[in-house]
């Protein structure tokens, strides 16, 4: 299964203590391939470092990097589909051009994908990724 995960899902998975942290924990379990692409990454690392501090930012995209069931994507479109928010774009793009499964997210921009008739995103919360997971 691929499966694109939004910053605001990544950052709250990454910590032991995070009640989430079972998300993550499938990840390295191999139990879901995840779908980057550069720009996702340095968002990742930007966000996991001001919450969470630059060495375990820098920890965890090493970790992604080496993982077998990570897939780094490079998206040849740029659909703009998230007016309300241009930069949760890159998610969709990776999305589309890896034909992940799901998007990952609890932000609400993310909502418009679920009224496109094409292309169809399935957007799902981190409690439903959780229950697809089987956690």
């Known amino acids: 299964m691929k499966v694109v995960v939004d910053t605001n899902i990544m950052l709250v998975s990454v910590a032991e203590t995070s009640k989430y942290h079972?998300?993550?924990?499938?990840?390295?379990?191999?139990?879901?391939?995840?779908c980057v692409t550069n720009e996702i990454l340095n968002e990742y690392e930007e966000i996991i470092g001001r919450f969470l501090g630059e060495q375990v930012a820098t920890s965890v995209i090493e970790?992604?990097?080496?993982?077998?069931?990570?897939?780094?994507?490079?998206?040849?479109?740029?659909?703009?589909?998230?007016?309300?928010?241009?930069?949760?774009?890159?998610?969709?793009?990776c999305a589309f051009a890896a034909n992940?499964?799901?998007?990952?997210?609890n932000d609400k921009h993310f909502n418009i994908l679920k009224l496109l008739p094409f292309p169809q995103f399935n957007?799902?919360?981190?409690?439903?990724?959780?229950?697809?997971?089987?956690?």
Not at 100 to 105: L, R
Not at 123 to 135: A, D, G, H, R, T
């Open 100 to 105: 992940a499964n799901f998007i990952t997210t």
């Open 22 to 34: 079972v998300t993550f924990q499938a990840l390295l379990q191999g139990k879901y391939t995840l």
């Open 63 to 93: 970790l992604l990097l080496k993982l077998p069931n990570v897939e780094l994507i490079t998206p040849h479109y740029h659909l703009e589909i998230i007016q309300t928010d241009p930069d949760d774009n890159k998610f969709v793009d």
């Open 123 to 135: 957007v799902i919360s981190l409690q439903e990724f959780i229950k697809i997971l089987n956690l």
